[in-house]
Each structure stands twice: as C-alpha cells, then as structure tokens.
C-alpha cells in the first residue's frame, strides 16, 4: 500500500510516497482502509520538526477516516466494514491505510461521511475544549478568535455563537473575513490592517475579553495579551508563525493577573470517556445543523506535499482533506 514517509524534517518536498507492507493488527488494535485524510496544521509543524518525530523514517498525520478491514486480538466493541474515524493516534494517516489503536477510534454516525469526519473531528473536538474547558464560554461573553476562517476557527466561531458568545476574530485578508462572518463571527478584523487591541477594546467598552483562543503564536501572542481583561485566560494552542517570545509571569501580573495555558487536545480526551463523550457532543452539533463543516479544500491521497504548501502559505480556508482513491 501507499503511504507518505519522510527522512527528515524540511518542507513538503521532504514527504514521499512509497509502498510498504501493512501486516496485520496486534493486541488491541485495529487495520482501517483509509478513504479521507485529515490535513491538519499540527502535520506541519511535524514535517518542519517544531515538534519533533521519534525516529526516522516517519509517517505522518494522526486522523483519518475509512473502513475497518481486520481486528486485533482483545477488541470486541468494533466490527469489520464499520465506518471509523481514527482522532489523533500514531503519525501514520497518511496511508492508504493504517494499523490504530481500537482505543483512538470512533465509529461514525451514519449522517456523518468519511470525508466530513476527517474535516472535523480533531478541530472539531478542539473547538470543543477550548469553549468549554479551557473557558467556559458564557452567553453575553465576547471572545477573540485568532484564524477564524481557518478549520478550528470556523467551528469556534459557530460552536461560541451557540453558547450565546459575541465573537471578535482574526483573518489574513478581506476575502477570509467574508469567511469568518458567513459561520457566525461578528466582527472579523485583519491581521496587518485593523490594530488588533485597540480594535478588541473598543468593542468591549474598554475592559477587554475574557479569554482569547490564539493558534497563531509568535506573530499574535502580544496582540493577544493586550486584549483580555483583567484575570483573563490566554489559550495559546498553536505556533503557525513560530514560538512566541518568552514572558516573565511578573508581566502577567502587571497587564492584569492573567492566564497563559498551552492546552492539547491529547490532555482533554486522554481517557476513552472523554475521547467519546467529546465526539459525541461533536456529533451531536453537527448532526442537529448547530455547527456546518465546510471542507475548504479536497486533495487526492497523492498531493499531500501541495495541500501542506498551501496550508502553511496561508492559502487555504477552513479544513482540508485528502481523498484515497
Ligand atoms: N492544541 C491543540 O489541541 C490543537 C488541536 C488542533 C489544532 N491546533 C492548532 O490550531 C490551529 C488551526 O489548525 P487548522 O489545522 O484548523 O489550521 P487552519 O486554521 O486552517 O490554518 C492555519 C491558519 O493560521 C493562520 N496563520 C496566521 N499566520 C500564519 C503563518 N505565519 N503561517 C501559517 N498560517 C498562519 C492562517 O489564517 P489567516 O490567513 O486567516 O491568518 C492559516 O490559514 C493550528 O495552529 C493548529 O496547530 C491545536
């Protein structure tokens, strides 16, 4: 089968793609045959080396969507022919198919297809923490959103007007603002453009927001800080610009007893009651219409290198998916 590793880290070019032998699932395992592969942001960051592999060579991607074709030994609660995505297991997605842990997989609803469930779970389950674990959004809260026409960004902005949140996000261009309003963003500011701060503050009557959900790192981060309110929570859950800088918590002190967290998905869904419970609620919104998934983008299987380049050039709008033939 066809499946993209790579032997270092660099850009899209590093990936290749190269037939390998799939063998058979072990102990608690499961074998899906792939039919939509997410692209998420993370996989970048991977392929680049921000975050670092285990060894070499690497697959990569942790989610995608397809058809059980073989059980492991000790799994009883899955069935072959069932339609399962797999939520961020092991750096092998991208795959005609793939060995997983049964722990990491969720069977689909049947209103869900294969491609939608690769679009939205991850960002999806994301969105979900963020609104209501990281902060608990309130109705008659206002929250800042940072890539609000990105694939987490759509669903926050959707998922908080839900909650009953007034929602002030950040895109790269006019273009991604008509994006950001059209899935329920009230006020879709541009990066570069609009004085991000000052813009929140006048907004929020002065005193600024209670939490602001910032995937942007290093470009955002200060930007970031000086739009919450006094005892605010800063979600710092992405670095698609870099790192940010260091900040002594003496500063946090001074710009209002605030909150720096880096939360994970992984942290949020690290048992298998809350991995379902999450996707559960997930399903729940999307299949009652609260929530749309827009997939932006569809590549086939084979140009994962051109879908990382346009996600990382910041061409893209909401999810992107690799379709397997
Ligand atoms: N911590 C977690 O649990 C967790 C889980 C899932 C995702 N994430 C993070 O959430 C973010 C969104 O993920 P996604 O897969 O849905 O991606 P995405 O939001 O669809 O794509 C990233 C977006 O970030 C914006 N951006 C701003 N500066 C950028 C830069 N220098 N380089 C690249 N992009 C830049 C771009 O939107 P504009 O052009 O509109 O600015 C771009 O479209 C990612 O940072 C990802 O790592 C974190």
Redesign the pocket.
Known sequence: MKVFRFYEHGGPEVLRLEDVAIGEPQRGELRIRNTAV????????VRRGTHAVKAFPSGIGVESAGVVDAIGPGVNDFAVGQRVVCVAGPDTAYAEARIIPAARAIVLPPAIDERTAAAMM??G??AR??LKETYLVKPGDSILI?????????IVCQWAKHLGATVIG????DE?AAV?RAHGCDHALV?GKDDIAERVRALTGGEGVPVVYD??????FEDSLRCLRRRGILAS??????DPDPVPPRRLGQLGSLYVT???????TATRAALVEAANDLFNMVTSGKVRIDI?TTYPFAEAPRAHAD??????????VLTVP
């Open positions: 997410a692209v998420n942001f993370r996989d970048v960051l991850i960002r389950m994301t923490y963020l940072h890539a609000a026409a990105g694939g987490v960004g759509q950040t895109v790269g261009s991604k950001a990066l995937s942007i790192g290093k470009a955002t859950f992405g670095e698609a610009s870099g880096h939360p994970s998905l992984g942290d949020y932006g996600l990382e050039a910041r061409r893209t709008i909401g999810s992107i």
